[in-house]
């Protein structure tokens, strides 16, 4: 777990939604990638709450066969998740605060430093050798080559930024939340968890800061 501590989701893709439902489409399926929905489900006059794979409901139980979870022990799972991630806080802590210094040392802006100067002195050259009617391929493909780099630096720069927020706002809520939670709360799922992946046996509940808790429901 703390291992993952610095890492970035797997799933690359986020979905950008606005459910009044934190858990919609976060929750997936182990077997076939797709998402969990909601449904309601009404049993001779007992209703009850359930989330099931979106292909095992389209397409039946042959295309997959996903189980079906109640909301109920869904909710569970992220409370016991989260308060799990508050009994370790103290280690965790001292985990993302190393991990936001390891960001913040990152060279990005010397290199682009380096590149700003490198790109000034070939520009010049490429005018004098223009201005001379001399062949500038090489001048000009080298112009392109640090433009590229320093595009690739400040894109990274920027991954590095994101992940760091991300770790802060996991820092400030370990650090505003002493005890553990007691009931299931929707705020706290979208600022916190990424993702739940359903498994036959357990549920993944992967946390906006990389760290990833199996829970066994
Ligand atoms: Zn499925």
């Known amino acids: ?67 079906t979870i109640k909301e109920e022990d869904l909710q569970e799972a992220v409370v016991e998740a989260i308060n799990q991630l508050i009994s370790e806080s103290s280690e965790l802590k001292e985990i993302i605060k190393e991990n936001i210094e390891k960001a913040i040392t990152g060279d990005g802006s010397r290199q682009i430093e380096e590149i700003d100067k490198e790109m000034l002195e070939v520009q010049e050259e490429l005018l004098k050798v223009a201005n001379a009617k001399k062949d500038y391929t090489e001048l000009a493909d080298r112009v392109e080559e640090l433009r590229n780099e320093k595009e690739n630096i400040l894109l990274e720069m920027a991954e590095e930024k994101n992940e760091q927020s991300r770790l802060k706002e996991l820092e400030e809520f370990l650090e505003s939340q002493q005890l553990e939670i007691d009931s299931y709360d929707e705020e706290l799922v979208r600022k916190l968890i990424d993702e739940i992946v359903v498994y036959d046996e357990k549920l993944k509940v992967v946390f906006k800061s990389g760290i990833e808790i199996d829970i066994n429901k």
Do not use: F
Not at 8 to 29: D, F, N, P, Q, T
Not at 32 to 49: E, H, M, Q, S
């Open 1 to 67: 777990m703390y291992r993952r501590a610095n890492m970035v989701s797997e799933k690359g893709k986020r979905r950008i939604y606005s459910s009044k439902y934190a858990l919609s489409s976060i929750v997936y399926c182990s077997k076939c990638g797709d998402i969990y929905r909601r449904i309601a489900w009404n049993n001779r006059g007992k209703k009850y709450t359930v989330w099931r794979c979106c292909t095992r409901v389209t397409h039946g139980p042959d295309a997959c066969h996903a189980r």
